[in-house]
C-alpha cells in the first residue's frame, strides 16, 4: 500500500495523495486542487491556515522527550505495544497504523520494527506539534502529519487496522469512524502511582485516579474493551534524565527549567522512581 492511502483533504474531503515535484519538496494534493507542501523536515502541516486552540508542545519539550525516550528507559512499554501490535495484525500482509498523538514517533518506531519481516506495514503519525513531527517523519514507512486530534480526522472511513493512542486525546467517535470493525485500538495512560516518589520535586501534574474508566467512556460504544496491561518500570535517574523527565510531559508547558535543574542540583544523589503506565485494548465492533 501507498503511504498516503486513507488520506482524505481536510477542505473537501476529497482523496489526498502524494505528489513527488522533481527540485521541489513532496505535496499531498486533492483533485480539487487543495495542496499542502512538505516541510524541508519531511513533515506535513494540514493545519495551515486553519490554525488551533490547543498549544503545541515545543522544541524543549520534544527535544526532552526524544532524548529520554532514545535512552530506553521506557523501553519495556514499547515492547508491550510491539507484541500486541504483532498478535492484532497477524494474518494481515499490509496492515496500516494510525498513531493518534504520535509524539516523536518512538513508539511507533518500535511497533513497526516488532511486525514480521514479511509484512509491508505502513503508518499515519498525526500530532499537533510540528517539532514532534519533524522527527516522526524520519520513522520508515510512516507519513507524519500536524493535525489537532480533537478536529475530524483527515482520514478515510474504516481505513485502518491497527490505531495507538499514547499519552493523548481520546476522540472516540473519529477513532470509530478510520478504524476497520474487527481493528484494534492501544490506548496508553498513566496509573495513579506514575512518577509519584518524584511527583512534587520534579513539578510533575497529578495523575487522575479514574482514568481507565474515563477512557472507556471516551472511546465510547463502537469499541469494546477486550484486554488490559499494566506496565511498571523501575528508573534510576541522574539529574540530566529526571530534567528531561520533568520536561518532555504536560508539566513541560509550566516548569521554568532554570529552577527544575536548581532544585535536582540540590536533590544530589541519583533518583528512584517508577513509572506506571496501563495499556487498554479495545476491538472495534
Known sequence: ??????????????????????GRPSRLGCEAGHAFDAAKQG?????????????????????ARASFLDAGHYESLAESLGHRARAALRGLEDPRILDAGAGTGYYLRQVLQALPAVSAASAIALDISRYAMRRAAKVPNALALVWDLWRELPLEDESFDLLLNI?????????????????????????????????????????????????????????????TEEVRIPLVLDAAAAFELAMMGPAGHHLDPGELRGRLADAGAA???????????????
Request: glycine content about 10%; charged content about 20%; overall charge positive.
Open 271 to 285: 533518583m528512584l522512581i517508577t513509572a506506571a503506565f496501563r495499556i487498554q485494548e479495545f476491538r472495534r465492533n
Open 167 to 227: 499519552f493523548s486525546p481520546h476522540n472516540g467517535a473519529e477513532f470509530a469512524r478510520v478504524l476497520r470493525p474487527g481493528g484494534t485500538a492501544l490506548v496508553v495512560t498513566p496509573l495513579p502511582g506514575h512518577l509519584a516518589e518524584g511527583a512534587e520535586l520534579l513539578g510533575l501534574l497529578a495523575i487522575a485516579p479514574d482514568k481507565a474508566a474515563g477512557v472507556v467512556a471516551s472511546m465510547g460504544e463502537a469499541f469494546t474493551l477486550s484486554a
Open 1 to 22: 500500500m501507498n503511504p498516503d492511502d486513507g488520506l482524505r483533504c481536510p477542505v473537501c474531503r476529497l482523496a489526498l495523495r502524494l505528489q513527488k515535484q522533481p
Open 43 to 63: 513533515y506535513f502541516n494540514l493545519l495551515a491556515g486553519k490554525g488551533t486552540n490547543f498549544k503545541e508542545d515545543g522544541a524543549r519539550m520534544v527535544a
